[in-house]
């Protein structure tokens, strides 16, 4: 049996400035720093009331071929979440490409890129 969804991983190029990224643009915290050679290589991010979790790994080359994508679509509970989503983003500086009807009629948010450019949705049904 699958009951879900634990975490996404994406990779990275800067670790701590994506990490600030996740934890001031999406209220995420870390959990867990995965130390390696003495080095933090890693972090496991969770938001109250999110599953799954999000995993940073320092893996440039890979962060690189992932830019413009849009790895991972977050659900967000109503249409005027997502409204309020945009507004805050808008208020904190962050770029995105605004709200569009997705293909169940619900509201995302697209064109919210990472320090890496990987694309961030933000989806409600």
Excluded: N
């Excluded at 699958?2 to 975490?7: A, K, L, P, S, V």
């Excluded at 972090?43 to 999000?54: F, K, N, T, W, Y």
């Excluded at 490409?97 to 933000?122: C, N, Q, S």
């Amino acid at each position: 049996m699958i009951d879900g969804i634990h975490h996404i991983k994406l990779p990275v190029s800067d670790l701590a400035l994506s990490r600030a990224w996740y934890e001031q643009t999406l209220g995420f915290r870390v959990t867990i720093e995965f130390i390696e050679d003495d080095e933090v290589k890693g972090v496991s991010l969770a938001r109250e009331g999110c599953q799954p979790q999000i995993a940073l790994r320092s893996d440039p080359s890979r962060a690189r071929a992932l830019a413009g994508f849009d790895a991972v679509a977050l659900l967000v509970g109503s249409r005027d979440d997502i409204h309020a989503w945009a507004a805050a983003l808008d208020e904190a500086g962050q770029s995105h490409a605004g709200v569009i009807t997705g293909h169940r009629g619900g509201a995302v948010l697209v064109g919210l890129h990472d320090p890496d450019g990987i694309e961030i949705r933000l989806y409600a049904d």
